[in-house]
């Protein structure tokens, strides 16, 4: 069943291609049946993989590689399985309405659920092999969602950028996956995972974990690849709030935290992860203040909440991984949320610019309360979940020390900022002037983020139910052994919430001098960031390309054959070379005469072919070498190609014929310098092919397969000509696909002979 939840969204992705070729008003609510009955479906499973443990499928695929189609559902996978497809439900409703005028909607609907049956194989495959295929997918899916508006040179660069990046990670990735599968001596997680100690004594650990660590950070944008995820924000808004609040930039984080148990615990894990972790926290945060763009704004509080997360995975304590947990739910609650008010806001004024937004609360009643009640969240205020996460990041910072507790309120400073300016700013004060008349979203919109608020208001009035059916068995599967969480509203007035209220108090502060702040901050530029060392390094690509492209593609015929056959001589040379030296193989001279006339004929012939001075006479001289080489097959005893051979070279030379009585008379246009060098080319290549064959016919790398066909021409194929048994059974798969290539082919000269110009066709 949980192998069929993952494939029946591909499915669902096919049919919606099919059905659903324009937008349709009810499109939205259709869809979204399928994420909505997963929701229910992995709800279902909580009680009873926390009673029974895991619940798993297998299906052997290529045992022999290691690679098995496996799933398995603990508390971390369904906890990012609940997020995807809940959240997934509510913007693919969102979406409906968003992009109803859109006339690619049904391409956007199947990349969107391709999208989430990737994401959900990541979250629930149980073989690396697998889990990288679905993560890769992810890569894939995204970059279509992202340049959807490809008409857009901004969206087609973003969506490269993002591909490049994520994808660059995830190569780096599969070869962490696979040294940690040789250290682990399995590709399965489960079994991984209770191997930390012989995995970590490994000499293949320190390399397995750097090329892991690159696939995360680069998938959840840490630092130094943070760049591409606010370029990403060119997608269309319920892409952004998917993608990028609650999906696919947490793919990372989902990894550090599923392997935590077989990589983490050393000192490379805790300064490596925590460091990379608290570095992006601290400049996302940073940036964040200076946007003024809705979406780039939350784009680079995004960074910080994911930099936050990976620095608390990265410190790996009990209370360090209750509170990453606990953020990851939260900050998928209020920034989904977030998300779909910006878009509405888009949506409804036709700006996203915060500097133009004001007053709107009597417009948009409805989204006005709930980005309220989500930036209480995300600020940190009680009554909300928002409030209960900060608590437990801030007494880690205690734990710790105070340089660590520092960075956190820094983190914390900025929150609040973004959470007022998203959150109130658009709705407070006096109403602006906006490109369109502001009136309220339409039910599809508003009830994503109004049920986003309201669980966030939910879970932090009822945090034990929280804890106890959620975060306690994926504290469980991140720490490697089981974690009892309880999780309160309240626990006094204790150095967390006070320093709480602090940064709480300092971000309203922000908030109020926010337009002199940005400004001055904004001459404060410094070009030399990863960004321009990634458009450096890419136009560096591009003109080795370019370079490359008109050296080897230069439109003459003869410069591609010489390359090829140049390229040819010097690699194989150079092998054979180091193998064999320049001594050839002893071979008995076992020559009659009339073997040696017909070498003799067949070298005369080809450099008659070389020299003739004309046309005619050279295609009589290859002809005469074809028929030498056909005489030698049937003085071999094989007629059947001797004859095959005949007929090709009689074909050859009358085709030959009838095509050159056309050309112009022949005349010599090269150089005496270029014939000489395409003659020392020739040489070389004849000769390395002569070397090949002495060589081949001397070594016995493994037993001749002839004996074989011998013994079972006639018991297994019918068959007493073995070429022809070989064609037609043992190769048969083989001749099929010469036939076909042969076939398309001959249709093609076919459809371009009978090509006719009408009119007005040039």
Known sequence: MIALSVLSVFGAALAVSLFFRRGHSLAG?????????LTVYYTSLLPRTASDGPESFAYDWASEFGARFSFRADGLSLLFAL??????????????????????????????????GAMLGVALSDNLLLLFIFWELTSFSSFILIGFEHEKETARASALQALLVTGGGGLAM?????????????????????????????PLYLSALILILLGAFTKSAQFPFHFWLPNAMEAPTPVSAYLHSATMVKAGIYLLARLNPVLGGSDVWMYAVGGIGMTTMLVGGYLSILQTDLKRLLAYSTLSALGTLTMLIGLGTPLALKAAMVLLLAHALYKGAMFL??????????????????????????TGAAAGVTALSMAGLPPLFGFISKELVYEVGLEFNWWLMAAILWMGLFTVFVAWVVGAGPFLGKQTDTPKKPHEAPFSMWIGPVLLAGLSLLAGVFPGAVG?????SAVSSVAGEAVKVKLALWHGINPAFLLSIGTVIAGIGLFAVRDPLRSALSKIKWKWGPAYFYTRALDGMNSLALSQTRFFQSGYLRYYLLIIVSTVVAGAGYALFRTNGLRLPAATLDIRFYELALALLILGAALAAVVSPSRLGAIAALGAAGYGVALIFLLFGAPDLAMTQFAIESLTVILFVLAFYHLPKFQKLSPKSSRLRDAVIALLAGGLMTALVLFA????????????????????????????????????????????VLGVAGIGVYALLKLRKGKGHE
């Open 697 to 740: 016919v001397s070594v016995e790398i493994s037993p001749s397969i002839s004996r074989y066909f011998v013994e079972n021409s006639v018991p297994l194929a019918h068959g007493r000509n073995i070429v022809n048994v070989i064609l037609v059974d043992f190769r048969g798969l083989d001749t099929m696909g010469e036939i076909t």
């Open 83 to 116: 997020l995807i497809s809940g959240i997934g439900t509510l913007v693919v409703i969102y979406a409906g309405s968003y992009l109803k005028k859109n006339k690619n909607l049904g391409r956007f609907y199947a990349w969107l659920l391709i999208f989430m």
């Open 341 to 366: 008010v910006a878009g509405i806001l888009d949506h409804e004024t036709g700006t996203r610019d915060v500097t133009k937004l004001g007053g709107l609360l009597r417009a948009m009643p409805v």
């Open 468 to 472: 106890s059916a959620l975060i306690s």
């Open 29 to 37: 609510w259709l869809i979204a049946l399928l994420p909505f009955s």
């Open 174 to 202: 599969l070869a962490g996956f696979l040294l940690l599968g040789q250290a682990g001596g399995t590709f399965e997680l489960s079994a991984l995972l209770s191997q930390g100690t012989e995995v970590q004594a490994s």
